[in-house]
């Protein structure tokens, strides 16, 4: 198991100010005893049982959701790093203070004292030890609920694809059922452009995101089965800045608002109209507007409908509210604008 270094160094600092605490607990109960030797024995104590604890569950087979050894295993981990840190504390402790003239050469704690300490080490070892075990589970848990959230994002992204592509597919079935009718030859186009556009998509599904230059790429197949459809009647111009085709947006994100533009926009009018459809960008984020030469106020739709609704929620799922899609018609049609944040 691969140890970050960080997440111990910051676990030992946490048990030093732990040790600092139980020093100054200490000697507010027994402000006879100097302040000095309470602390060095707290921390030679407490490191010690950090150390045999925190760096030797690593030598052990630990449980993922906590990283603490299972079982027996654990408990006796703890059992050995607090017997451990009573000894080498009070040894430790013992020769530092010697060292420093703190206390006399040759003397040893008494044992009440001992017992004392004993039991001070047992309360602090398994209070410590319980809380860095709770804290291990808690944050295992978080990465489990983000895991979850994140899933669950992408599924609800799938979801709403999926509800979007047969809503197309249904409409150009359609529509090709009755051009087969007036129009084979038309019909046999229609067939070639449709064919071209579901491997496209297709190719799309596998992934949540793609390149801007293939999103745009669709929209052409679409726009080519449609101007099939309608003939003279529908005109397009596409506009994409070849800095920005490389930028990943969501699939399928433009052809529901194209589709919407040119249902309610443009077929209700009879001379039929212009669908432009841009990339751009705006400052730090990726600007793409679809406008129509529709009829526009007259219009049945107020961007409410099924496509829109849609993408809405994607952008709200992706991009946790940093994304913008607004839609905007007047006497001369209609527009709707998207600002995504640029990674």
Known sequence: MKIDWISKLQNLLQTIAFCLAVATIQYAFSPDRPYPPLVA???????????????????????????????WQG???????????FLVGNIGGDAVMRSLGLIPAGSSSSGTHLRSGL??????????????????????????????????????????????????????????????????????????????????????SRATTHPLQLEFDRLRDYLELMAIRMGPRLRSTIELPAELAGLRVPTLLLQPVVENSILHGLEPKVEGGQVTVRAARDGDRLLLEVTDTGVGDAAGSAGKGFGLVQIRERLATLYAGRAVIDFTRDAHGACTRILLPIA
């Open 119 to 204: 039991l001070i080490t047992l309360l602090a070892g398994i209070a410590g030890s319980y809380w860095f075990y709770s804290r291990n589970k808690s944050a295992y848990l978080e990465r489990r609920i983000g895991e979850a959230e994140r899933h669950a994002g992408e599924a609800r992204l799938k979801l709403l694809e999926s509800q979007l592509e047969p809503h197309m597919l249904f409409n150009t079935l359609a529509n090709l059922r009755a051009l087969i009718a007036v129009d084979p030859g038309r019909a046999q186009q229609m067939l070639d452009h449709m064919i071209a556009y579901l491997r496209a998509t297709l190719d799309a």
């Open 75 to 85: 408990g006796m981990l703890v059992v050995g790093g607090i017997v451990t840190g």
């Open 41 to 71: 024995y707290s921390l030679f104590t407490g490191c010690t049982i950090w150390a045999v604890i925190d760096l030797g569950r690593h030598l052990l087979p630990t449980a993922s959701e906590t990283g603490w050894p299972a079982g």
